[in-house]
């Protein structure tokens, strides 16, 4: 069973770029997480999807952080414009949501520097 | 609101010893899970181990093993026989029955001294 792909693996940007990221979640997994990780600290939850739709995206900075998950698969991550506070571990994560098998599966991650 | 504390920000053991690291969470549900995450310098996060909140029984994985009290809303894991491979951030976990949604803890650094 192939994991949960993540691209790029590292990026960086200068402030007020844009940038997106990808996850491609394991095969059949209906719920898709997003996660800040920042150095030292536990990842923070940014948006879930359920199948394409958003379940809780309340940490999210709506202002300039968008995600979508297209027909309920793959999903986007953008930030724009990026700021310094924005260098982080970005997490992709899926599970299938069914009792018991709501294990979260991670990606490896995007580091994200922003200068 | 949900939260999860781990107390212990970073921790020491050395080798074939045994190490618990503490976890507690509040919550007013009854049925939830608890997860222990490793996270190994500069590698992808993978679960220890899981326990059912209806389950009395803690949950063990060969090394790894918990000490679940619900009543106290404790959840601390005990790794026996440390070996240098386990020294990695170590995350406790929770996620409500019904709602999908994890809650993380802040971590621990495990340090395993040869």
């Known amino acids: 069973e192939a994991g949960v792909a993540q691209s790029p693996r590292y990026k960086i940007i200068e402030k007020r770029q844009s940038v997106a990221f990808w996850c491609n979640p394991i095969s059949g997994h209906a719920t ?15 948006i879930q999807f359920q199948n394409n739709g958003v379940v809780d995206d309340s940490q999210l900075p709506k202002d300039r952080f968008s995600a979508e998950r297209l027909k309920g698969v793959d999903s986007t991550l953008k930030i724009q414009p990026a700021k310094l506070e ?3 571990v970005y997490l992709c994560a899926s599970s299938s949501g069914t009792y018991p098998h709501n294990e979260q599966f991670f990606g490896p991650g995007t580091r994200l520097t922003v200068l | 609101a949900q939260t999860v504390t781990q107390s212990q920000p970073e921790m020491s053991v050395q080798e074939a010893e045994t190490v618990t690291l503490s976890c507690t969470y509040d919550t007013s549900e009854s049925n939830y899970y608890l997860f222990w995450y490793k996270q190994p310098p500069s590698r992808q996060m993978i679960l ?64 395993v001294k040869p």
Do not use: H
């Not at chain 1, 997480?33 to 939850?45: A, C, S, T």
């Not at chain 2, 918990?66 to 106290?72: E, T």
């Open chain 1, 32 to 46: 898709l997480y997003w996660y800040q990780q920042i150095l030292g600290q536990g990842p923070k939850l940014l």
């Open chain 1, 86 to 88: 924005d260098s982080a």
């Open chain 2, 48 to 111: 220890v181990i899981r326990q059912e909140a209806y389950k009395q029984q803690n949950a063990t994985e060969n090394r790894f093993s918990v000490n679940f009290q619900k009543a106290a809303k404790s959840f601390s894991l005990k790794i026996s026989d440390s070996q240098l491979g386990d020294t990695a951030m170590y995350f406790c976990a929770f996620i409500e029955y019904n709602f999908n949604k994890f809650y993380f803890g802040s971590g621990t650094k495990l340090n």
